[in-house]
Protein backbone atom coordinates (compact mmCIF):
# COMPACT_ATOMS: atom_id res chain seq x y z
CA UNK A 1 0.00 0.00 0.00
CA UNK A 2 1.12 3.69 -1.09
CA UNK A 3 -0.28 5.20 1.49
CA UNK A 4 1.73 3.98 4.19
CA UNK A 5 4.78 5.76 2.71
CA UNK A 6 2.43 8.86 2.45
CA UNK A 7 1.19 8.87 5.53
CA UNK A 8 5.12 8.26 6.85
CA UNK A 9 6.14 11.61 5.01
CA UNK A 10 3.18 13.46 6.25
CA UNK A 11 4.05 12.55 10.05
CA UNK A 12 7.58 13.61 9.41
CA UNK A 13 6.56 16.86 7.92
CA UNK A 14 3.62 17.63 10.44
CA UNK A 15 6.59 16.94 13.50
CA UNK A 16 9.01 19.43 11.41
CA UNK A 17 6.47 22.38 11.93
CA UNK A 18 5.77 21.55 14.62
CA UNK A 19 9.34 21.88 16.07
CA UNK A 20 9.66 25.21 14.10
CA UNK A 21 6.51 26.48 15.74
CA UNK A 22 7.57 25.74 19.23
CA UNK A 23 10.89 27.37 19.01
CA UNK A 24 8.97 30.36 17.65
CA UNK A 25 7.00 30.09 20.50
CA UNK A 26 10.07 30.02 22.62
CA UNK A 27 11.53 32.61 21.15
CA UNK A 28 8.38 34.86 21.18
CA UNK A 29 8.02 34.01 24.77
CA UNK A 30 11.77 35.09 25.67
CA UNK A 31 11.52 38.59 23.92
CA UNK A 32 8.31 39.42 25.37
CA UNK A 33 9.95 39.00 28.88
CA UNK A 34 12.73 41.68 27.54
CA UNK A 35 10.30 44.16 26.60
CA UNK A 36 8.32 44.11 29.59
CA UNK A 37 12.11 44.41 31.85
CA UNK A 38 11.53 47.75 29.47
CA UNK A 39 8.52 49.11 30.04
CA UNK A 40 8.86 48.48 33.59
CA UNK A 41 12.11 50.16 33.70
CA UNK A 42 10.74 53.37 32.51
CA UNK A 43 7.93 52.54 34.86
CA UNK A 44 8.85 55.06 37.81
CA UNK A 45 9.91 57.83 35.51
CA UNK A 46 6.34 58.29 33.78
CA UNK A 47 4.80 58.51 37.00
CA UNK A 48 6.76 60.97 38.43
CA UNK A 49 6.22 62.69 34.98
CA UNK A 50 2.58 62.22 35.63
CA UNK A 51 2.44 63.64 39.14
CA UNK A 52 4.11 66.41 38.40
CA UNK A 53 2.09 67.47 35.13
CA UNK A 54 -1.19 66.55 37.50
CA UNK A 55 -0.08 69.09 40.62
CA UNK A 56 0.52 71.81 37.91
CA UNK A 57 -2.89 71.21 35.48
CA UNK A 58 -5.13 72.01 37.20
CA UNK A 59 -3.74 75.79 38.09
CA UNK A 60 -2.42 76.22 34.64
CA UNK A 61 -5.49 75.49 32.74
CA UNK A 62 -7.78 77.11 34.69
CA UNK A 63 -5.97 80.32 33.33
CA UNK A 64 -7.05 82.69 30.60
CA UNK A 65 -4.35 81.62 28.24
CA UNK A 66 -5.15 78.01 26.79
CA UNK A 67 -1.34 76.50 26.42
CA UNK A 68 -1.28 75.76 22.44
CA UNK A 69 -0.99 71.71 23.21
CA UNK A 70 -4.28 71.95 24.49
CA UNK A 71 -5.76 74.26 21.92
CA UNK A 72 -8.95 73.05 19.58
CA UNK A 73 -8.60 73.67 16.34
CA UNK A 74 -11.17 73.86 13.52
CA UNK A 75 -9.03 72.56 10.88
CA UNK A 76 -10.46 68.99 8.92
CA UNK A 77 -6.71 67.30 9.10
CA UNK A 78 -6.09 64.35 11.19
CA UNK A 79 -2.94 62.57 11.76
CA UNK A 80 -2.77 58.92 12.59
CA UNK A 81 0.03 57.14 14.05
CA UNK A 82 -0.70 53.59 13.01
CA UNK A 83 1.36 51.27 15.21
CA UNK A 84 1.77 47.78 13.37
CA UNK A 85 4.20 44.45 13.64
CA UNK A 86 7.10 44.19 11.06
CA UNK A 87 6.52 40.47 10.46
CA UNK A 88 3.27 37.98 10.13
CA UNK A 89 2.35 34.70 12.41
CA UNK A 90 1.35 36.53 15.18
CA UNK A 91 -2.64 35.26 14.95
CA UNK A 92 -4.71 38.26 14.40
CA UNK A 93 -2.77 40.90 16.05
CA UNK A 94 -2.80 42.97 12.67
CA UNK A 95 -6.25 42.05 11.22
CA UNK A 96 -8.07 43.43 14.55
CA UNK A 97 -5.93 46.67 14.51
CA UNK A 98 -7.17 46.63 10.67
CA UNK A 99 -10.51 46.06 11.42
CA UNK A 100 -10.51 49.17 13.92
CA UNK A 101 -8.93 51.21 11.45
CA UNK A 102 -11.46 50.64 9.00
CA UNK A 103 -14.27 51.66 11.93
CA UNK A 104 -11.72 55.00 12.62
CA UNK A 105 -12.14 55.86 8.58
CA UNK A 106 -15.36 55.69 8.51
CA UNK A 107 -15.41 57.72 11.63
CA UNK A 108 -13.28 60.36 9.90
CA UNK A 109 -15.11 60.38 7.11
CA UNK A 110 -14.74 64.20 5.18
CA UNK A 111 -11.45 65.02 7.16
CA UNK A 112 -8.08 64.30 5.40
CA UNK A 113 -6.44 61.85 6.76
CA UNK A 114 -2.42 61.65 6.72
CA UNK A 115 -0.69 58.11 7.91
CA UNK A 116 2.37 58.09 10.45
CA UNK A 117 2.87 54.51 10.56
CA UNK A 118 5.03 51.88 12.65
CA UNK A 119 5.74 48.64 11.05
CA UNK A 120 5.68 46.83 7.59
CA UNK A 121 2.47 45.52 7.75
CA UNK A 122 0.71 48.57 8.31
CA UNK A 123 2.42 50.67 5.53
CA UNK A 124 1.56 47.86 2.87
CA UNK A 125 -1.98 48.48 3.92
CA UNK A 126 -2.25 51.89 3.92
CA UNK A 127 -0.72 51.48 0.85
CA UNK A 128 -3.15 48.82 -0.35
CA UNK A 129 -5.80 51.19 0.24
CA UNK A 130 -4.90 54.24 -1.60
CA UNK A 131 -4.43 56.28 1.47
CA UNK A 132 -2.29 59.11 2.43
CA UNK A 133 1.13 57.57 3.97
CA UNK A 134 2.91 60.90 5.61
CA UNK A 135 5.59 58.74 6.96
CA UNK A 136 6.78 55.50 7.68
CA UNK A 137 8.77 55.44 10.83
CA UNK A 138 11.47 52.60 10.49
CA UNK A 139 14.19 53.76 12.01
CA UNK A 140 14.87 52.07 14.52
CA UNK A 141 12.25 49.34 14.23
CA UNK A 142 9.71 48.86 17.06
CA UNK A 143 11.12 45.63 18.29
CA UNK A 144 14.34 48.07 18.97
CA UNK A 145 12.77 51.44 20.12
CA UNK A 146 13.94 53.11 23.33
CA UNK A 147 13.13 55.93 25.58
CA UNK A 148 15.21 57.91 23.52
CA UNK A 149 13.46 56.60 20.12
CA UNK A 150 10.46 57.24 21.16
CA UNK A 151 11.04 60.79 22.27
CA UNK A 152 12.21 61.83 19.07
CA UNK A 153 9.06 60.30 17.62
CA UNK A 154 7.39 62.38 20.14
CA UNK A 155 8.69 65.49 19.04
CA UNK A 156 8.31 64.75 15.67
CA UNK A 157 4.68 64.09 16.15
CA UNK A 158 4.36 67.24 18.02
CA UNK A 159 6.15 69.41 15.87
CA UNK A 160 3.68 68.33 13.05
CA UNK A 161 0.87 69.16 15.06
CA UNK A 162 2.13 72.55 16.33
CA UNK A 163 3.32 73.70 12.46
CA UNK A 164 -0.43 73.08 11.44
CA UNK A 165 0.28 70.35 9.24
CA UNK A 166 -2.31 68.37 11.40
CA UNK A 167 -4.79 69.63 14.16
CA UNK A 168 -4.97 66.74 15.42
CA UNK A 169 -3.02 63.79 16.14
CA UNK A 170 -4.60 60.46 16.95
CA UNK A 171 -3.23 57.03 17.93
CA UNK A 172 -4.14 53.52 16.56
CA UNK A 173 -2.77 51.00 18.46
CA UNK A 174 -2.82 48.02 20.67
CA UNK A 175 -3.17 48.21 24.21
CA UNK A 176 -1.92 45.64 26.53
CA UNK A 177 -4.56 44.29 28.85
CA UNK A 178 -3.19 41.24 30.05
CA UNK A 179 -1.48 38.25 28.60
CA UNK A 180 -4.87 36.96 26.78
CA UNK A 181 -6.24 40.15 26.38
CA UNK A 182 -5.13 43.26 23.87
CA UNK A 183 -7.46 45.67 22.72
CA UNK A 184 -7.01 47.33 19.60
CA UNK A 185 -7.57 51.04 20.71
CA UNK A 186 -7.82 54.38 19.43
CA UNK A 187 -7.33 57.99 21.10
CA UNK A 188 -6.70 61.49 20.26
CA UNK A 189 -2.81 62.46 21.20
CA UNK A 190 -3.00 65.86 20.37
CA UNK A 191 -4.73 68.64 21.44
CA UNK A 192 -4.53 67.06 24.67
CA UNK A 193 -7.41 67.04 26.77
CA UNK A 194 -7.91 69.22 29.86
CA UNK A 195 -10.35 67.06 31.62
CA UNK A 196 -7.80 64.04 31.19
CA UNK A 197 -4.97 65.52 32.24
CA UNK A 198 -6.51 66.86 35.70
CA UNK A 199 -7.12 64.31 37.97
CA UNK A 200 -9.62 64.74 40.50
CA UNK A 201 -8.12 64.15 43.80
CA UNK A 202 -4.79 66.23 44.52
CA UNK A 203 -2.82 65.72 47.57
CA UNK A 204 0.57 65.16 49.00
CA UNK A 205 1.60 69.04 49.49
CA UNK A 206 1.01 70.03 52.80
CA UNK A 207 1.16 73.92 51.35
CA UNK A 208 1.10 75.25 48.35
CA UNK A 209 5.09 74.56 46.71
CA UNK A 210 6.80 77.16 45.33
CA UNK A 211 7.39 77.73 41.69
CA UNK A 212 10.89 78.39 40.09
CA UNK A 213 10.48 79.87 37.88
CA UNK A 214 7.31 80.08 37.07
CA UNK A 215 4.32 77.71 36.39
CA UNK A 216 3.78 78.55 33.22
CA UNK A 217 7.59 77.61 32.48
CA UNK A 218 7.55 74.37 34.28
CA UNK A 219 4.62 73.15 33.07
CA UNK A 220 5.29 74.11 29.18
CA UNK A 221 8.67 72.14 29.43
CA UNK A 222 6.66 69.25 31.45
CA UNK A 223 4.00 68.64 28.52
CA UNK A 224 6.29 67.74 25.75
CA UNK A 225 8.18 64.78 28.47
CA UNK A 226 4.48 64.12 29.18
CA UNK A 227 3.73 63.17 25.51
CA UNK A 228 7.34 61.40 25.42
CA UNK A 229 5.91 58.83 28.22
CA UNK A 230 2.88 58.27 27.19
CA UNK A 231 4.04 57.43 23.71
CA UNK A 232 6.74 55.13 25.03
CA UNK A 233 4.35 53.58 27.19
CA UNK A 234 1.77 53.05 23.92
CA UNK A 235 4.88 51.70 21.61
CA UNK A 236 5.62 48.97 24.56
CA UNK A 237 2.20 48.37 25.10
CA UNK A 238 1.53 47.50 21.25
CA UNK A 239 4.70 45.78 21.10
CA UNK A 240 4.01 43.35 24.38
CA UNK A 241 0.35 42.78 22.57
CA UNK A 242 2.28 41.65 19.33
CA UNK A 243 4.33 39.45 21.24
CA UNK A 244 1.53 37.93 23.82
CA UNK A 245 -0.14 36.82 20.29
CA UNK A 246 2.99 35.72 18.68
CA UNK A 247 3.09 33.55 21.64
CA UNK A 248 -0.55 32.13 22.30
CA UNK A 249 -0.74 31.78 18.27
CA UNK A 250 2.42 29.74 18.09
CA UNK A 251 1.52 27.87 21.14
CA UNK A 252 -2.15 27.01 19.65
CA UNK A 253 -0.24 25.65 16.26
CA UNK A 254 2.58 23.27 18.30
CA UNK A 255 -0.27 21.91 19.84
CA UNK A 256 -2.71 21.85 16.86
CA UNK A 257 0.03 19.92 15.09
CA UNK A 258 1.09 17.76 17.60
CA UNK A 259 -2.85 16.62 17.43
CA UNK A 260 -2.62 15.98 13.68
CA UNK A 261 0.63 14.06 14.54
CA UNK A 262 -0.90 11.68 17.15
CA UNK A 263 -3.91 11.56 14.45
CA UNK A 264 -1.40 10.42 11.60
CA UNK A 265 -0.09 8.37 13.68
CA UNK A 266 -2.80 6.13 14.38
CA UNK A 267 -3.91 5.86 10.40
CA UNK A 268 -0.61 4.71 10.15
CA UNK A 269 -0.51 1.91 12.52
CA UNK A 270 -3.80 0.76 11.62
CA UNK A 271 -2.81 0.73 7.62
CA UNK A 272 0.10 -1.22 8.58
CA UNK A 273 -1.88 -3.56 10.75
CA UNK A 274 -4.48 -3.99 7.71
CA UNK A 275 -1.40 -4.76 5.90
CA UNK A 276 -0.13 -7.49 7.91
CA UNK A 277 -3.47 -8.77 8.31
CA UNK A 278 -3.81 -9.11 4.43
CA UNK A 279 -0.54 -10.41 3.94
CA UNK A 280 -0.82 -12.98 7.05
CA UNK A 281 -4.02 -13.92 4.83
CA UNK A 282 -2.43 -14.28 1.73
CA UNK A 283 0.35 -16.61 3.02
CA UNK A 284 -2.48 -18.61 4.92
CA UNK A 285 -4.44 -19.46 1.89
CA UNK A 286 -1.49 -19.86 0.08
CA UNK A 287 -0.09 -22.66 2.28
CA UNK A 288 -3.84 -24.10 1.99
CA UNK A 289 -3.80 -24.12 -1.64
CA UNK A 290 -0.25 -25.94 -1.91
CA UNK A 291 -1.68 -28.81 0.77
CA UNK B 1 26.76 53.34 42.29
CA UNK B 2 25.44 54.62 45.73
CA UNK B 3 22.02 52.66 45.32
CA UNK B 4 21.48 52.66 48.86
CA UNK B 5 19.31 50.35 48.94
CA UNK B 6 17.28 52.23 52.25
CA UNK B 7 13.40 51.41 52.37
CA UNK B 8 11.48 54.79 50.66
CA UNK B 9 10.43 56.16 54.32
CA UNK B 10 6.64 55.82 54.57
CA UNK B 11 6.54 57.43 57.84
CA UNK B 12 8.32 60.44 57.12
CA UNK B 13 8.77 61.35 60.99
CA UNK B 14 11.38 58.79 61.07
CA UNK B 15 14.07 60.80 59.54
CA UNK B 16 13.89 64.76 60.44
CA UNK B 17 17.33 65.75 59.70
CA UNK B 18 17.94 63.68 55.75
CA UNK B 19 16.55 64.07 53.20
CA UNK B 20 14.93 61.28 51.16
CA UNK B 21 16.32 62.02 47.91
CA UNK B 22 15.09 59.96 44.56
CA UNK B 23 16.96 60.44 41.02
CA UNK B 24 15.01 59.08 38.37
CA UNK B 25 15.57 58.69 34.76
CA UNK B 26 13.89 56.91 31.34
CA UNK B 27 15.88 54.30 31.61
CA UNK B 28 15.76 54.01 35.64
CA UNK B 29 16.02 54.78 39.01
CA UNK B 30 19.30 55.97 39.41
CA UNK B 31 19.54 56.81 43.08
CA UNK B 32 17.37 56.48 45.99
CA UNK B 33 18.70 56.79 49.64
CA UNK B 34 19.24 59.76 52.30
CA UNK B 35 21.41 62.52 51.91
CA UNK B 36 22.26 65.28 54.68
CA UNK B 37 22.20 68.10 52.18
CA UNK B 38 22.09 68.66 48.29
CA UNK B 39 22.99 70.83 45.78
CA UNK B 40 21.43 70.43 42.15
CA UNK B 41 21.78 73.06 39.26
CA UNK B 42 18.23 74.88 38.65
CA UNK B 43 17.53 77.38 35.42
CA UNK B 44 19.18 80.37 37.68
CA UNK B 45 21.98 78.70 39.18
CA UNK B 46 22.50 76.32 42.11
CA UNK B 47 19.86 75.66 44.92
CA UNK B 48 20.42 73.76 47.93
CA UNK B 49 18.54 71.87 49.63
CA UNK B 50 18.45 70.95 53.32
CA UNK B 51 16.32 68.65 55.43
CA UNK B 52 13.31 70.86 56.45
CA UNK B 53 13.10 72.63 52.68
CA UNK B 54 9.75 74.45 51.83
CA UNK B 55 7.73 72.33 49.09
CA UNK B 56 8.95 73.30 45.36
CA UNK B 57 8.73 72.58 42.13
CA UNK B 58 11.55 73.38 39.59
CA UNK B 59 13.56 72.63 36.39
CA UNK B 60 16.37 71.47 36.23
CA UNK B 61 19.63 72.13 34.28
CA UNK B 62 22.27 70.49 33.06
CA UNK B 63 24.76 70.76 35.57
CA UNK B 64 26.37 68.84 38.66
CA UNK B 65 24.81 67.66 41.66
CA UNK B 66 26.17 67.33 45.18
CA UNK B 67 24.76 65.54 47.68
CA UNK B 68 26.15 65.10 51.24
CA UNK B 69 25.70 61.39 52.26
CA UNK B 70 24.61 60.31 55.63
CA UNK B 71 28.00 59.63 56.55
CA UNK B 72 29.61 62.47 55.59
CA UNK B 73 30.72 61.34 52.63
CA UNK B 74 30.01 63.57 48.89
CA UNK B 75 28.65 62.02 45.85
CA UNK B 76 28.29 63.51 42.66
CA UNK B 77 25.70 63.34 39.68
CA UNK B 78 25.80 65.32 35.90
CA UNK B 79 22.38 65.61 35.28
CA UNK B 80 20.25 66.52 32.27
CA UNK B 81 17.75 68.92 31.86
CA UNK B 82 14.06 67.96 33.64
CA UNK B 83 12.50 68.70 37.03
CA UNK B 84 12.95 68.96 40.62
CA UNK B 85 10.38 68.24 43.53
CA UNK B 86 10.91 69.27 47.09
CA UNK B 87 8.16 67.63 49.23
CA UNK B 88 8.01 69.10 52.80
CA UNK B 89 6.15 67.49 55.27
CA UNK B 90 4.96 69.23 58.19
CA UNK B 91 6.36 67.90 61.34
CA UNK B 92 8.43 65.06 59.55
CA UNK B 93 10.71 64.65 56.48
CA UNK B 94 11.56 65.98 53.10
CA UNK B 95 11.46 64.44 49.97
CA UNK B 96 13.26 65.34 47.29
CA UNK B 97 12.88 64.09 43.57
CA UNK B 98 14.78 64.66 40.68
CA UNK B 99 13.64 63.80 37.28
CA UNK B 100 16.01 63.88 34.67
CA UNK B 101 16.81 62.90 31.05
CA UNK B 102 19.86 61.46 32.51
CA UNK B 103 21.60 61.07 35.89
CA UNK B 104 25.16 59.67 35.86
CA UNK B 105 27.92 58.97 38.25
CA UNK B 106 30.92 61.05 36.90
CA UNK B 107 33.12 57.73 37.34
CA UNK B 108 31.01 55.66 34.59
CA UNK B 109 31.16 58.59 32.42
CA UNK B 110 33.51 57.83 28.96
CA UNK B 111 35.77 60.63 28.90
CA UNK B 112 36.43 59.74 24.98
CA UNK B 113 32.51 60.10 24.32
CA UNK B 114 32.47 63.29 25.58
CA UNK B 115 35.64 65.08 24.11
CA UNK B 116 33.57 63.83 20.80
CA UNK B 117 30.21 64.89 21.26
CA UNK B 118 32.43 68.59 21.97
CA UNK B 119 33.90 68.76 18.90
CA UNK B 120 30.86 67.24 17.11
CA UNK B 121 28.60 70.37 19.12
CA UNK B 122 31.51 72.71 18.66
CA UNK B 123 31.57 71.99 14.82
CA UNK B 124 28.09 72.03 14.14
CA UNK B 125 27.60 75.64 15.73
CA UNK B 126 30.45 76.75 13.72
CA UNK B 127 28.96 76.03 10.34
CA UNK B 128 26.56 78.58 10.77
CA UNK B 129 24.36 76.59 8.54
CA UNK B 130 20.70 78.05 9.46
CA UNK B 131 19.55 74.41 9.18
CA UNK B 132 20.85 73.62 12.28
CA UNK B 133 18.75 73.05 15.69
CA UNK B 134 20.65 75.44 17.34
CA UNK B 135 19.48 75.35 20.84
CA UNK B 136 19.56 71.49 20.50
CA UNK B 137 23.40 71.72 19.21
CA UNK B 138 23.94 74.39 22.61
CA UNK B 139 22.63 72.18 25.17
CA UNK B 140 24.35 68.91 23.31
CA UNK B 141 27.82 70.87 23.46
CA UNK B 142 26.72 72.09 27.01
CA UNK B 143 25.96 68.33 28.14
CA UNK B 144 29.35 67.09 27.04
CA UNK B 145 31.49 70.02 28.72
CA UNK B 146 30.00 69.04 31.74
CA UNK B 147 30.03 65.78 31.30
CA UNK B 148 34.09 66.90 30.93
CA UNK B 149 34.37 68.88 33.84
CA UNK B 150 32.39 66.55 36.10
CA UNK B 151 35.81 64.37 36.34
CA UNK B 152 37.24 67.12 37.93
CA UNK B 153 34.90 66.59 40.89
CA UNK B 154 34.53 70.56 40.62
CA UNK B 155 30.93 71.43 41.35
CA UNK B 156 31.72 75.26 40.20
CA UNK B 157 30.42 74.48 36.78
Known amino acids: MANI?????????????????????????TKLRRFQDRAVASGPYSEEIEKLVQSLAASVLSGDEVPPLFQERKGLVTGILLVTSDRGLCGAYNAN????????????????????VIGKKGSSFVKK??????AYLDDP????????????????????????????????????LSMAKYQPT??????????????????GFQSQPLLVPSEQTIFERLVPKYLETRLFNLLMESLTSEYASRMVSMKSATDAAGEMQADLRKEFNRA???????????????????S | MAA???????????????????????????FEGEAKSLQFPAEDGLVGILPGHASMITTVDVGLLKMQLPDGKETFFVLTRGFGEVRHHFGGGTEVHLTVDSGENPEIIDVDRAKRAVERARRRLAEKDLKIDQPRAEYALKRALIRLQSRNRDPQV
Do not use: C, W
Open chain 2, 4 to 30: AAKPQAESHGMHKNLLQVKITTPDRVV
Open chain 1, 97 to 116: IFSLLRRVLREQEGRDLRFY
Open chain 1, 141 to 176: SLELIGYRDAARISRFLTEEFTSGKVDEMRVVYTKF
Open chain 1, 272 to 290: RQERITTELLDIVGGAEAI
Open chain 1, 5 to 29: RELKVRIKSVGNIRQITRAMEMVAT
Open chain 1, 129 to 134: LGLHLE
Open chain 1, 186 to 203: DFRLLPLSAEKTVSREEG
